[in-house]
């Protein structure tokens, strides 16, 4: 009598995986294997009975009866299922080197088993493809306008009309995609740098209304300057315009943050502060407002107001709740429902890992809802419609080179390669992502680029004047109000790697503890691409110092701190674009069910050690313990933390917006035509 006539399930068995695909690509069956593994292990007596053979991979201390009454009981080991027993069926495990030499390659992800690729695809990646949008960039992948002239009138525009509308979309979803993976990847240093942001806006309007005191004595014109920096601070500053100095010397261009070291001259003259073209033509709407009220209320009340025009800005940036909120919350509900659905799914490793996958890819949710909680909009085409242009006679704004494009600058003179660049020049794949005049900057300098604006606010004040006055408030005493403390700089930096870190830890923790428990590729990609979050937010803390200190020329002032932070950027971002869209990837084919990830890291050294074994069966009791004790507790953690996170940043953007339209409507009611303010007019 065979094994099969005694255990249907074996009957049949053959030595390869059913399927024509390679066992290197995908082709194998980890089902498959434990069949291999339990008909090792079981061999028929003469009286027809089943024994165990000599090497058993069958859990020791099982009898074959209770592996008989498993059997029988609807507890097959290889491929059960969860059916409410928490004892689980029998465990059988094989040492790695049976696994390799039997079970070689890896098992693709399969199209009936949702847990494996299409539940993580679309419960996790689709939403974050939503989330994503949110997110403000600068460029996006061009899309040719020839794909929007096709006229299906005629049969051979129908014909090429379905073509065309291909290549769009096709080029739309390569744009999101790429840019998702980008959020992903670069988290870490764009959350540090929004929470800046966040962090700055809250100190300029608690400043200018203090929650607990009175407020600081300036004039209009600082208080404006001040609300327009918070609002459109993340429009890109351009170089300085070259104006003679003292002794009628020329100064090389430079850009606005150099304003604060250079007002530490003194004696000098509010005329001979020199600003670059983008904050000029921005304050031009306070130039006007002044100027009108100077001139008589006539002409004030033909104007559109100062304080109309701010409250415009700010009501540019799209309503939380619309935004991310909505979103959030029906994000939130599938989430809950998962984790719900968790319960009857126990002991199903795949689940675990979806679980735990999903939680990991809630960092572009908190990427997505702090990013809609800054005051200043993510796009500019509000203030292109307030601020007059200068029509076709506008001079080009100049930006600063960024660090690539000034070593691509370095290579022009060479024959060779000069020469491809001259032919590739004015040729681009991508695009910005506003049309106008004004340009934001990248997610993760925002909050540096805002602290400029601040800045130039301060040191036009400092050069007008200001601070003469009985009680008004003296330029250091500005700055000094204006700068986030140590106090402030620590509770950013928690605050983005808590929202950097939690995501990881909660999915680590999932993925550590489902048997076989330890440090394995799964757990492994969690950690690597925490560290590489936290390499990259350190790398962006040093260059943020050092910018402070030394203004935006530091990279000619320390040229050798400028390569480490830039070139080591490119190497910790290789580990996380290396984590983030290699272990998404695998994870959704299922390279990760192999033999070496099924083993914990630590005995990769020595695989040969006994304890270096592999589980090849489903639901056991040790993967349902494990179940109840970290998929609810985690899941509904991460559903929590998110959902205060949303909230709390809701309620915080709300309570900001109202101090800023009161302090808007200041401008109104009692707007002090200073000293300071009559002498730049003049």
Same mark, same amino acid.
């Given at each position: 009598?065979?094994?099969?006539?005694?255990?249907?399930?074996?009957?049949?068995?053959?030595?390869?995986?059913?399927?024509?695909?390679?066992?290197?690509?995908?082709?194998?069956?980890?089902?498959?294997?434990?069949?291999?593994?339990?008909?090792?292990?079981?061999?028929?007596?003469?009286?027809?009975?089943?024994?165990?053979?000599?090497?058993?991979?069958?859990?020791?201390?099982?009898?074959?009866?209770?592996?008989?009454?498993?059997?029988?009981?609807?507890?097959?080991?290889?491929?059960?299922?969860?059916?409410?027993?928490?004892?689980?069926?029998?465990?059988?495990?094989?040492?790695?080197?049976?696994?390799?030499?039997?079970?070689?390659?890896?098992?693709?992800?399969?199209?009936?088993?949702?847990?494996?690729?299409?539940?993580?695809?679309?419960?996790?990646?689709?939403?974050?493809?939503?989330?994503?949008?949110?997110?403000?960039?600068?460029?996006?992948?061009?899309?040719?306008?020839?794909?929007?002239?096709?006229?299906?009138?005629?049969?051979?525009?129908?014909?090429?009309?379905?073509?065309?509308?291909?290549?769009?979309?096709?080029?739309?979803?390569?744009?999101?995609?790429?840019?998702?993976?980008?959020?992903?990847?670069?988290?870490?240093?764009?959350?540090?740098?929004?929470?800046?942001?966040?962090?700055?806006?809250?100190?300029?309007?608690?400043?200018?209304?203090?929650?607990?005191?009175?407020?600081?004595?300036?004039?209009?014109?600082?208080?404006?300057?001040?609300?327009?920096?918070?609002?459109?601070?993340?429009?890109?500053?351009?170089?300085?315009?070259?104006?003679?100095?003292?002794?009628?010397?020329?100064?090389?261009?430079?850009?606005?943050?150099?304003?604060?070291?250079?007002?530490?001259?003194?004696?000098?003259?509010? =005329?001979? %502060?020199?600003?670059?073209?983008?904050?000029?033509?921005? *304050?031009?709407?306070? @130039?006007? #407002? !002044?100027? /009108?009220?100077?001139?008589?209320?006539?002409?004030?009340?033909?104007?559109?107001?100062?304080?109309?025009?701010?409250?415009?800005?700010?009501?540019?940036?799209?309503?939380?709740?619309?935004?991310?909120?909505?979103?959030?919350?029906?994000?939130?509900?599938?989430?809950?429902?998962?984790?719900?659905?968790?319960?009857?799914?126990?002991?199903?490793?795949?689940?675990?890992?979806?679980?735990?996958?999903?939680?990991?890819?809630?960092?572009?949710?908190?990427?997505?809802?702090?990013?809609?909680?800054?005051?200043?909009?993510?796009?500019? =085409?509000? %203030?292109?419609?307030?601020?007059?242009?200068?029509?076709? *006679?506008?001079?080009? @704004?100049? #930006? !600063?080179? /960024?660090?690539?494009?000034?070593?691509?600058?370095?290579?022009?003179?060479?024959?060779?390669?000069?020469?491809?660049?001259?032919?590739?020049?004015?040729?681009?794949?991508?695009?910005?992502?506003?049309?106008?005049?004004?340009?934001?900057?990248?997610?993760?300098?925002?909050?540096?680029?805002?602290?400029?604006?601040?800045?130039?606010?301060?040191?036009?004040?400092?050069?007008?004047?200001?601070?003469?006055?009985?009680?008004?408030?003296?330029?250091?005493?500005?700055?000094?109000?204006?700068?986030?403390?140590?106090?402030?700089?620590?509770?950013?930096?928690?605050?983005?790697?808590?929202?950097?870190?939690?995501?990881?830890?909660?999915?680590?923790?999932?993925?550590?503890?489902?048997?076989?428990?330890?440090?394995?590729?799964?757990?492994?990609?969690?950690?690597?691409?925490?560290?590489?979050?936290?390499?990259?937010?350190?790398?962006?803390?040093?260059?943020?110092?050092?910018?402070?200190?030394?203004?935006?020329?530091?990279?000619?002032?320390?040229?050798?701190?400028?390569?480490?932070?830039?070139?080591?950027?490119?190497?910790?971002?290789?580990?996380?674009?290396?984590?983030?869209?290699?272990?998404?990837?695998?994870?959704?084919?299922?390279?990760?069910?192999?033999?070496?990830?099924?083993?914990?890291?630590?005995?990769?050294?020595?695989?040969?050690?006994?304890?270096?074994?592999?589980?090849?069966?489903?639901?056991?009791?040790?993967?349902?313990?494990?179940?109840?004790?970290?998929?609810?507790?985690?899941?509904?953690?991460?559903?929590?933390?998110?959902?205060?996170?949303?909230?709390?940043?809701?309620?915080?953007?709300?309570?900001?917006?109202?101090?800023?339209?009161?302090?808007?409507?200041?401008?109104?009611?009692?707007?002090?035509?200073?000293?300071?303010?009559?002498?730049?007019?003049?």
């Amino acid at each position: 009598m065979s094994l099969g006539a005694l255990i249907p399930q074996l009957a049949g068995l053959t030595y390869n995986p059913p399927g024509a695909r390679p066992m290197n690509l995908g082709g194998q069956n980890f089902t498959h294997c434990c069949l291999l593994a339990l008909n090792d292990s079981l061999v028929v007596r003469p009286d027809g009975n089943l024994s165990y053979a000599p090497t058993s991979f069958v859990a020791p201390g099982l009898s074959i009866g209770e592996l008989e009454a498993a059997i029988a009981g609807d507890e097959f080991p290889c491929g059960a299922t969860f059916n409410g027993d928490v004892g689980g069926a029998p465990a059988v495990s094989v040492p790695y080197d049976w696994c390799v030499a039997r079970c070689p390659g890896w098992e693709i992800s399969h199209a009936a088993a949702m847990q494996q690729w299409i539940g993580p695809l679309v419960q996790f990646i689709v939403p974050s493809l939503a989330f994503c949008t949110n997110v403000p960039r600068t460029r996006k992948v061009r899309i040719p306008d020839v794909v929007f002239k096709a006229h299906p009138r005629t049969l051979v525009g129908l014909m090429t009309y379905w073509i065309r509308l291909l290549g769009a979309l096709v080029l739309m979803t390569l744009d999101t995609v790429v840019w998702l993976a980008i959020c992903f990847a670069f988290a870490g240093p764009m959350l540090l740098s929004a929470v800046y942001e966040y962090a700055l806006d809250r100190k300029v309007l608690e400043f200018m209304a203090p929650p607990n005191g009175k407020p600081p004595d300036m004039p209009g014109r600082l208080r404006a300057q001040l609300l327009l920096a918070v609002v459109v601070g993340n429009i890109r500053m351009a170089t300085l315009e070259s104006r003679d100095f003292e002794g009628g010397r020329r100064q090389d261009s430079g850009s606005s943050g150099d304003l604060e070291g250079k007002m530490s001259m003194r004696g000098r003259r509010m =005329s001979r %502060l020199v600003h670059n073209s983008v904050w000029k033509k921005i *304050m031009v709407m306070v @130039d006007e #407002y !002044e100027a /009108s009220k100077l001139t008589g209320r006539q002409q004030q009340e033909e104007a559109v107001s100062l304080s109309t025009k701010l409250k415009a800005l700010l009501n540019s940036q799209a309503s939380f709740g619309s935004t991310i909120g909505a979103p959030i919350l029906f994000f939130v509900g599938g989430f809950v429902y998962t984790v719900l659905d968790v319960e009857n799914n126990l002991g199903d490793n795949d689940t675990a890992h979806a679980l735990a996958f999903g939680i990991w890819w809630m960092i572009v949710p908190y990427l997505a809802i702090i990013s809609c909680a800054m005051l200043a909009s993510n796009s500019p =085409s509000a %203030l292109d419609g307030i601020v007059y242009d200068d029509g076709a *006679m506008a001079r080009e @704004d100049r #930006y !600063e080179l /960024s660090f690539w494009k000034q070593h691509l600058r370095k290579f022009k003179p060479y024959r060779g390669i000069g020469l491809i660049l001259k032919q590739l020049e004015g040729y681009s794949l991508i695009e910005t992502a506003f049309e106008g005049r004004f340009q934001t900057v990248k997610l993760w300098k925002r909050g540096l680029n805002k602290r400029e604006w601040v800045q130039e606010a301060i040191a036009e004040y400092a050069a007008a004047g200001g601070g003469r006055g009985a009680n008004e408030i003296t330029p250091d005493e500005l700055r000094q109000s204006l700068t986030l403390n140590r106090q402030d700089c620590f509770y950013v930096f928690v605050g983005s790697l808590f929202a950097v870190l939690a995501p990881c830890c909660l999915a680590f923790l999932t993925s550590y503890n489902t048997p076989q428990a330890g440090l394995s590729c799964r757990s492994l990609t969690y950690l690597v691409y925490a560290i590489s979050q936290v390499c990259e937010m350190a790398l962006w803390t040093c260059a943020a110092r050092l910018k402070i200190k030394y203004g935006v020329r530091w990279s000619e002032a320390v040229p050798i701190a400028k390569r480490i932070c830039w070139w080591g950027q490119v190497f910790v971002g290789f580990f996380a674009i290396f984590a983030a869209g290699g272990g998404t990837l695998m994870q959704l084919l299922g390279v990760y069910r192999s033999c070496a990830c099924k083993v914990p890291v630590k005995y990769w050294p020595r695989l040969s050690d006994p304890d270096a074994y592999i589980v090849l069966s489903d639901n056991t009791a040790e993967d349902i313990e494990a179940a109840q004790r970290w998929w609810t507790v985690t899941g509904s953690t991460a559903v929590g933390v998110v959902g205060i996170v949303c909230t709390l940043a809701w309620w915080h953007q709300r309570r900001l917006r109202k101090v800023f339209r009161d302090e808007a409507d200041k401008l109104d009611g009692n707007y002090m035509v200073s000293e300071a303010a009559v002498r730049h007019t003049s």
